[in-house]
């Protein structure tokens, strides 16, 4: 198969949901990207998703342009968690999305999920060596995803270290971690906007902020998720974008974060929905 440029510009998704909220603060624009290594290798007890895992199958392919014009349209908050499946497969193009976003708005706020632990993707970047049994199907999705792979198709390096340092410059939280079904955080009446369900090994990193910080990348700020959602419940939150709020007289952040909450009451109460 000949792959063209085009091509590599895609991003493969699942599905998406629109206000999600469970995903991060507030309510969020949540894309699923397609594929998930661990998930046709070695699933995680409990996966809540098996049905991104497989490369093969039904598809939503969008160019960087058009996710990118899809997330300023539908993320009216401005608010997007990028998951999976393992969104970092598609780091090569997500860095473009981000950067593009970030770009048009700095007030977009990005969660992604991953199972992989921060300091290996850090130190190895994500490599991926093919199985006997893996089908033409998944050297394909690997020839989208991947920064680069050896000439007899045997190796894939899907993300190399300063990529990932490139996209986490863009990445306000980080989830990290596999999922562990025997840590999984309880499904409670708190567990509403701003939290997230998960189990209590993943990490909330700070990826950005800390960056800025230090953009060597040696010193990442971060919360482990169980100890995240007790501080997120004691917070009173931002009515638009879900973040804690400094002062608690204040419904939110900013003019900026009102008026959009102002004009999304206005559009609900006309055309109705969620
Ligand atoms: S929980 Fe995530 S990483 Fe684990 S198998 Fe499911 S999709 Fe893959």
Known sequence: MV????????????????????????????????????????????????T???????????????????IVRDAWNRQVTFCGGEPLLQTRNLIKVCRRLKELDPKFHIVIYTAYVLENLLRNGIVFVPRACDGPEVHEALQVYSSSWTEDRSRYQIATPDEILELLKYVD???????????RLPVSPTMDEGMFIGSANQRVIYAAESLRR?????HFEMLYADEYNRRMACQKTCRCCGHALLDDSMHFCDEDCEQRFVERDEYMKIFGGA
């Open 3 to 50: 792959m063209c440029m085009t091509d590599r510009d895609r991003l493969w998704f699942i599905g998406i949901t629109k206000d999600a909220r469970t995903a991060g603060p507030g309510k969020r624009l949540e894309l699923f990207l397609k594929g998930c290594i661990r998930g046709i290798v070695n699933p995680c007890q409990g996966c809540f998703n098996p």
């Open 52 to 70: 991104t895992w497989e490369f093969g199958g039904p598809r939503r392919e969008m160019t960087v342009d058009e996710v990118v014009d899809f």
């Open 173 to 183: 939280m980080l989830v990290d971690g596999d999922y562990q079904h025997d840590k």
């Open 214 to 218: 230090d953009p060597s990348g040696q």
